[in-house]
Every structure is written in structure tokens, then in C-alpha cells.
């Protein structure tokens, strides 16, 4: 499997380098309740250490503004009682988020080259500043100024992008007390520009969009002084669903692309109304075998040319098929179908003996092929059982929605 | 050999993030000068820092540089504690100078050169504390031009392509010419003044 782009968007201060080096922090170690792990080389894993380690320390400043572009690699590692596989890659761009705002930055070649990889990512995190969303809930100007102004390149660069899109809303420990992620997601969605930009993203690309509330430090750990800083209490750091962007990206992307497949070979036969055919693609009783086999053919007739529209539209697709079309055919195929049966198993046998179950794949897992199935069957759960207790955070599509549209 | 230093300071302030202060007119006017934040990221506070760095017009620079925390006293007269951003985080002021066709200098003459940028960093630090103008440029930095011994020149494209050319490890001789012309090509076009205010 290739490495999939996860890349996140936002102001200076949004709280993305925070973010990662929690998320690392919690997933580097393997957890009895989880499948998998994350893997990095030693450099990487020193330096998120040491920068969660001064993150979580009470009596040290928090971190320092990221002064330049860095790349985090990670692999996905699923241990089985062999040896460990690693099916999945995840690159993670840091850098400083002045760059988006500013225009002497703009003019530099590698600030470019940062954005032009930003807009062909295959997940985008759109950060949103807990502590400007706090000011916009309390109706403060600075909340307003924050969407009007701080957050427009952000969203800019969301638009000009082909894939399915994650809104966090950072700094989660200092709203959970006053505001339900519902009432974030009304303010948000009154918004002209902020819905605008829903809209036209669920229209033409169709892919996910979710708003999922994250705390990198958890309840608690810090508070607000009337100065307006962050002071660390001393609670020690209980991160809060920070690996529910990572756990989303693959399961969204891969149901992004087998939609897109779909759209693809509807324009390919170029029956009247494309979208109401895709409808009937994904309602017909064998929808996802069909389109498993569609996207199968397509893959291997687009993969040699790197050509296609479809390839021309998505180019962070494209670089996938292109670099293992074999995989990504059978990534998608029967996709739809797969994701049901799995919510069939996981609501006739409870959640504990699905749990088990998997537990069990996962120590039998033999080959990289059926280390990706662990995943798939793990991502898919978490992101279930996360869209079922927060369905406000589901803005546009979700796995539910696609499912329904497969079952028909 | 004489070496010509243009200063340049980075830092950030309560809202606004890393971006050049004061930097060297030419890198300005070719829209280069935002290379200056990329270049100079570490560990700060930093001790003197030498490092090449080669433009989009394949001209080689030296940076030389330090950096110092942002201190109250900066931007008032009491206080030495560190400013911090809106979030808590620590600001720190990055200053130095960039010179052109240079490779490497003594540590003494490097350090020499950094130190009396401070004054004129501290000087724009404390009218940008107060700056929410996202849009507002560098100021422009003319070269000083300092005499300074054992320095080592840089060689740029003009001599890769004339030993690549001539398909030779050339001579001192045929090194030094070359960086002459080269640094002249370079230079015309912006007028180095000496800088009044040093
Ligand atoms: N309360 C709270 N503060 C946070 C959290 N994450 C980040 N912060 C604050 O936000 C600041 C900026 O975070 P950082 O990750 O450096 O932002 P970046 O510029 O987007 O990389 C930190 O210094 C903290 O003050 C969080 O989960 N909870
Ligand atoms: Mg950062």
C-alpha cells in the first residue's frame, strides 16, 4: 500500500504541531484494545517524544511556533503473533502557519511546493483554534475575525482540494464544559463562507466531511488565564480522540475513491445524468460487486496511461493507482459490501466477541494483504462506533451514508 | 578578502508568525527574503550559526547568525522576562547577516558582524511588537562591505560551468578570478552603498 497524504491546514497557534506529537505519543505504544501501532524511524520518534514530553510537563513552556516545513513518516504497524506488518503509510506535513497568510511567503519556491502537496493530499485536517471558536460561541469579534479572516486561506485550500475533508475542533478541553459539538456545528454552518464551502464540496467532490472535536492534552490540563495565555494546571495529559482523524482517513478516502470510480465509468458510458446513474450504481441489489468490478477495469485501463480525467481531477488518486493500481483495485472491490458485512458481524455478535474476533485476525495475520483487512476491519469500527455517539459530526456524506446508498 | 554582509533579523510577535524583519534588498526585490525564516529554524536560543544557502538564481550566500530571546526589556525599558506569543509559546529574535559569494568566515570576524546587527534588530523589533499588519514587508538592508581575513569565497554557477567546461579541478588563480567575476555580475544591478547607520 502506498502512503496516504494526511496533511493539516491552519493558522499559527491552530494547534498542529501539538496535535501530532499526541497523536504519535498515544499510538507509538501497542495497546491491548487497539490492532495496531505507529512506527517511525528513531530520529522522528525522538523528536515527537521530546516535544510531547515538554507539551506534557507542567513545569515547561509549551513548544516553540514551527519555524519550518517538516515531513512526519510513520507506517501503520499490525503485530500478529509472527511479526509485525505495516500496510500503511502516513505522511504528516508540519510547518508554520503563517505561511498560508502570509504573501512574502507565498513567493517562495518551497512554500510553493508545501501548498501545492497540501491541495493534492489524500486527507486534509482543517484545524480549528478551540480558542477562537470559544470567542465565536461567546460572540466575541475576535471569533468572527478568526473565520472572516485567519481561517479563509485554510479554507481556500480545503476547496481547491479533491478529497474527503476533517474539520477538527482543537483545544476540545476548553469548550467540552459550555458548548455541545452540535451548537459548534450550527454556529459554524450560519456561517456564509464556512457553509459555502460544505456545500460545494458535498456537490462536487462528494467526499466525507466530518467535524470531530479533539483535545491534544484532554480535561483539565490546562486553562485559560485572564491575560488570554495557556497555563498548564499540573492534571496530568489525557488526550481526547486525537487518532479519530487518522482511524477516518483511510476508510473516507477509500470510499471517496471507489464514488469517484463510480462517477468515472458513469461519464465513461455517458448515460444522462451522471450522478442519478450513480444513484442507481450504488441502489442496485449487486451495486457493490458491480461496482468492485467496475472499479477493477477502470484501474487497469487508466493505470498505464496516467491520463484519465478522473486522474487529472485527483491527482493524490492518481499517484496511487499509479504507483500500485493492483492494491487499490482490490482495496475498492466489493468495497461496500465488506463495510456492511462488517456491521452486520458486528451487530449480530456484540461488540466484545467482534473485538475477540479481531483480536484473534490479528494474531493469525500471515501477509500485508491480510494485515490491511485488520485495518480496514479496525478503522471502520472506531469510526462507526464515533459517528454513532457524535452524529452531529458527520457534515457531509459518512460512513453511514455510504452504506445506506450501497444497501440501497 | 572583502565581504559584503547585509543584515537580517526574523521573529514573530503575540499574533503575527515567523517572518524577516529586515532583510537583504536583493533577496527582497527578488522575493526571496521569506528563505531567510526557512534557514534559520533550530533550537533556539541558537550560539552562532554558519550556514550556506544557495538562492533561486543559484547565487551561493553565507548565513551567520544567532538568536536571543524576546525579552520585555525589548520593547520597554524594565523587565527581562521572555515574551510569549497569544498561546504561551516563547519568542525569540534571530539576527545576522547574509553575504553574498561567501563560504565561510573566521568565527571571530562572523561574530564581529552579527553583533552590531543587534542594535538595529532590537530597534524594528520593537516597532513590529506592535505590528497586525499581515501584509507588511521587510525592511530593505544595503550591504556593508568589511575587510575581513581568512574569509573563503563561494564559488557560484559562472564557475561550475567553467570548470565543468574546461573539464578541470582549476587553479587557485583561475578560483579567485572567477568569484570576482561573479560577484560583480551579481552586484550590478543593486547599488551597494555602505551602511550609514553601522
Ligand atoms: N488547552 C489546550 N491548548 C492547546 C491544545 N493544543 C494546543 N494548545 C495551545 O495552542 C498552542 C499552539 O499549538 P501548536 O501546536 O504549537 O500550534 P501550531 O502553530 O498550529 O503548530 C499551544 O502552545 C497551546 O497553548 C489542546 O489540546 N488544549
Ligand atoms: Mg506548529
Redesign the pocket.
Given at each position: 500500500m502506498e502512503t496516504l497524504d494526511v496533511h493539516a491546514l491552519?493558522p499559527?497557534?491552530?494547534?498542529?504541531?501539538?496535535?501530532m506529537a499526541s497523536l504519535y505519543s498515544r499510538l507509538r505504544i501497542r495497546r491491548s484494545d487497539l490492532a495496531f501501532y505507529l512506527k517511525t524511524d528513531h530520529d522522528t520518534s525522538l523528536d515527537l517524544n521530546a516535544v510531547f514530553n515538554r507539551i506534557a510537563n507542567p513545569d515547561e513552556s509549551?513548544?516553540e511556533?514551527?519555524q519550518d516545513v517538516q515531513e512526519w513518516r510513520f507506517s501503520v504497524a499490525v503485530p500478529s503473533s509472527g511479526a509485525d506488518f505495516e500496510p500503511l503509510r502516513v505522511s504528516y506535513l508540519d510547518y508554520p502557519?503563517g505561511v498560508l497568510t502570509n504573501p512574502q511567503a507565498a513567493a517562495d519556491g518551497r512554500i510553493r511546493s508545501l501548498l501545492d502537496r497540501l491541495r493534492s493530499a489524500h486527507g486534509l485536517l482543517v484545524?480549528l483554534d478551540?480558542m477562537a471558536v470559544n470567542d465565536l460561541m461567546a460572540g466575541r469579534p475576535t471569533g468572527q475575525r478568526y473565520l472572516d479572516f485567519d481561517l479563509t486561506s485554510s479554507l481556500e485550500i480545503a476547496q481547491q482540494s479533491r478529497c474527503p475533508i476533517h474539520f477538527l475542533v482543537?483545544?476540545w478541553?476548553?469548550l467540552e464544559k459550555a458548548y455541545s459539538l452540535g451548537s459548534i456545528r450550527d454556529r459554524l454552518l450560519d456561517d456564509e463562507n464556512f457553509n459555502d464551502l460544505i456545500a460545494a464540496k458535498a456537490r462536487d467532490v462528494g467526499a466525507t466531511i466530518r467535524l470531530i472535536p479533539v483535545?491534544?492534552?484532554g480535561s483539565g490540563?490546562?486553562e485559560l488565564t485572564p491575560e488570554g495565555g495557556?497555563r498548564k494546571t499540573g492534571v496530568r495529559a489525557r488526550p481526547y480522540n486525537v487518532e479519530i482523524p487518522l482511524v477516518a482517513v483511510l476508510p473516507d478516502f477509500m470510499q471517496f475513491a471507489y464514488q469517484e470510480v463510480a462517477r468515472r465509468e458513469a461519464s465513461l458510458e455517458d448515460a444522462p445524468g451522471g450522478s442519478s446513474r450513480i444513484q442507481a450504481l450504488m441502489s442496485s441489489p449487486d451495486a457493490s460487486a458491480k461496482i468492485g468490478t467496475y472499479a477493477a477495469q477502470i484501474l487497469r485501463r487508466i493505470a498505464p496511461t496516467v491520463g484519465g480525467r478522473l486522474l487529472q481531477h485527483n491527482p493524490a488518486l492518481a499517484a496511487l493507482i499509479a504507483n500500485d493500481p493492483e492494491t487499490v483495485a482490490k482495496a475498492l472491490t466489493g468495497l461496500a459490501d465488506r463495510l456492511l458485512k462488517l456491521r452486520q458481524e458486528r451487530e449480530g455478535s456484540g461488540r466484545a466477541a467482534f473485538l475477540d474476533d479481531l483480536h484473534r485476525r490479528r494474531l493469525a495475520v500471515h501477509s500485508e494483504r491480510e494485515a490491511y483487512e485488520v485495518l480496514e476491519r479496525q478503522f471502520t469500527t472506531i469510526l462507526d462506533e464515533f459517528e454513532l455517539h457524535h452524529p452531529d459530526s458527520v457534515l457531509s456524506a459518512g460512513t453511514r451514508s455510504f452504506l445506506q446508498g450501497a444497501a440501497g | 578578502m572583502k565581504v559584503q554582509a547585509y543584515p537580517f533579523a526574523v521573529a514573530r510577535n503575540r499574533t503575527l508568525d515567523w517572518r524577516p524583519l529586515i532583510a537583504p534588498a536583493p533577496l527582497i526585490t527578488a522575493g526571496q527574503d521569506f528563505a531567510l525564516v526557512l534557514e534559520t529554524a533550530g533550537q533556539h536560543p541558537l550560539d552562532l550559526v554558519q550556514r550556506t544557502w544557495t538562492d533561486s538564481s543559484s547565487r551561493p550566500w553565507l548565513l551567520a547568525y544567532h538568536s536571543v530571546p524576546a525579552t520585555r526589556a525589548l520593547i520597554s525599558a524594565d523587565g527581562t522576562d521572555q515574551l510569549t506569543d497569544r498561546?504561551?509559546?516563547p519568542i525569540f529574535l534571530v539576527e545576522g547577516v547574509a553575504c553574498p559569494q561567501v563560504r565561510s568566515l573566521p568565527a571571530g570576524g562572523a561574530k564581529q558582524l552579527v553583533d552590531q546587527v543587534h542594535t538595529r534588530a532590537a530597534d524594528k523589533f520593537r516597532e513590529f511588537w506592535e505590528c497586525e499588519d499581515e501584509e507588511a514587508p521587510a525592511q530593505a538592508t544595503q550591504a556593508l562591505e568589511a575587510e575581513i581575513k581568512d574569509a573563503e569565497p563561494a564559488l557560484g554557477p559562472l564557475w561550475r560551468s567553467a570548470a565543468s567546461a574546461a573539464g578541470i579541478a582549476a587553479s587557485a588563480t583561475l578560483r579567485s578570478i572567477v568569484a570576482l567575476v561573479e560577484a560583480r555580475l551579481y552586484s550590478s544591478g543593486t547599488k551597494v552603498v555602505e551602511e550609514r547607520t553601522w
Amino acid at each position: 500500500m502506498e502512503t496516504l497524504d494526511v496533511h493539516a491546514l491552519g493558522p499559527s497557534g491552530s494547534g498542529k504541531t501539538v496535535f501530532m506529537a499526541s497523536l504519535y505519543s498515544r499510538l507509538r505504544i501497542r495497546r491491548s484494545d487497539l490492532a495496531f501501532y505507529l512506527k517511525t524511524d528513531h530520529d522522528t520518534s525522538l523528536d515527537l517524544n521530546a516535544v510531547f514530553n515538554r507539551i506534557a510537563n507542567p513545569d515547561e513552556s509549551w513548544p516553540e511556533a514551527s519555524q519550518d516545513v517538516q515531513e512526519w513518516r510513520f507506517s501503520v504497524a499490525v503485530p500478529s503473533s509472527g511479526a509485525d506488518f505495516e500496510p500503511l503509510r502516513v505522511s504528516y506535513l508540519d510547518y508554520p502557519g503563517g505561511v498560508l497568510t502570509n504573501p512574502q511567503a507565498a513567493a517562495d519556491g518551497r512554500i510553493r511546493s508545501l501548498l501545492d502537496r497540501l491541495r493534492s493530499a489524500h486527507g486534509l485536517l482543517v484545524l480549528l483554534d478551540g480558542m477562537a471558536v470559544n470567542d465565536l460561541m461567546a460572540g466575541r469579534p475576535t471569533g468572527q475575525r478568526y473565520l472572516d479572516f485567519d481561517l479563509t486561506s485554510s479554507l481556500e485550500i480545503a476547496q481547491q482540494s479533491r478529497c474527503p475533508i476533517h474539520f477538527l475542533v482543537t483545544k476540545w478541553d476548553l469548550l467540552e464544559k459550555a458548548y455541545s459539538l452540535g451548537s459548534i456545528r450550527d454556529r459554524l454552518l450560519d456561517d456564509e463562507n464556512f457553509n459555502d464551502l460544505i456545500a460545494a464540496k458535498a456537490r462536487d467532490v462528494g467526499a466525507t466531511i466530518r467535524l470531530i472535536p479533539v483535545s491534544s492534552v484532554g480535561s483539565g490540563f490546562a486553562e485559560l488565564t485572564p491575560e488570554g495565555g495557556m497555563r498548564k494546571t499540573g492534571v496530568r495529559a489525557r488526550p481526547y480522540n486525537v487518532e479519530i482523524p487518522l482511524v477516518a482517513v483511510l476508510p473516507d478516502f477509500m470510499q471517496f475513491a471507489y464514488q469517484e470510480v463510480a462517477r468515472r465509468e458513469a461519464s465513461l458510458e455517458d448515460a444522462p445524468g451522471g450522478s442519478s446513474r450513480i444513484q442507481a450504481l450504488m441502489s442496485s441489489p449487486d451495486a457493490s460487486a458491480k461496482i468492485g468490478t467496475y472499479a477493477a477495469q477502470i484501474l487497469r485501463r487508466i493505470a498505464p496511461t496516467v491520463g484519465g480525467r478522473l486522474l487529472q481531477h485527483n491527482p493524490a488518486l492518481a499517484a496511487l493507482i499509479a504507483n500500485d493500481p493492483e492494491t487499490v483495485a482490490k482495496a475498492l472491490t466489493g468495497l461496500a459490501d465488506r463495510l456492511l458485512k462488517l456491521r452486520q458481524e458486528r451487530e449480530g455478535s456484540g461488540r466484545a466477541a467482534f473485538l475477540d474476533d479481531l483480536h484473534r485476525r490479528r494474531l493469525a495475520v500471515h501477509s500485508e494483504r491480510e494485515a490491511y483487512e485488520v485495518l480496514e476491519r479496525q478503522f471502520t469500527t472506531i469510526l462507526d462506533e464515533f459517528e454513532l455517539h457524535h452524529p452531529d459530526s458527520v457534515l457531509s456524506a459518512g460512513t453511514r451514508s455510504f452504506l445506506q446508498g450501497a444497501a440501497g | 578578502m572583502k565581504v559584503q554582509a547585509y543584515p537580517f533579523a526574523v521573529a514573530r510577535n503575540r499574533t503575527l508568525d515567523w517572518r524577516p524583519l529586515i532583510a537583504p534588498a536583493p533577496l527582497i526585490t527578488a522575493g526571496q527574503d521569506f528563505a531567510l525564516v526557512l534557514e534559520t529554524a533550530g533550537q533556539h536560543p541558537l550560539d552562532l550559526v554558519q550556514r550556506t544557502w544557495t538562492d533561486s538564481s543559484s547565487r551561493p550566500w553565507l548565513l551567520a547568525y544567532h538568536s536571543v530571546p524576546a525579552t520585555r526589556a525589548l520593547i520597554s525599558a524594565d523587565g527581562t522576562d521572555q515574551l510569549t506569543d497569544r498561546f504561551g509559546r516563547p519568542i525569540f529574535l534571530v539576527e545576522g547577516v547574509a553575504c553574498p559569494q561567501v563560504r565561510s568566515l573566521p568565527a571571530g570576524g562572523a561574530k564581529q558582524l552579527v553583533d552590531q546587527v543587534h542594535t538595529r534588530a532590537a530597534d524594528k523589533f520593537r516597532e513590529f511588537w506592535e505590528c497586525e499588519d499581515e501584509e507588511a514587508p521587510a525592511q530593505a538592508t544595503q550591504a556593508l562591505e568589511a575587510e575581513i581575513k581568512d574569509a573563503e569565497p563561494a564559488l557560484g554557477p559562472l564557475w561550475r560551468s567553467a570548470a565543468s567546461a574546461a573539464g578541470i579541478a582549476a587553479s587557485a588563480t583561475l578560483r579567485s578570478i572567477v568569484a570576482l567575476v561573479e560577484a560583480r555580475l551579481y552586484s550590478s544591478g543593486t547599488k551597494v552603498v555602505e551602511e550609514r547607520t553601522w
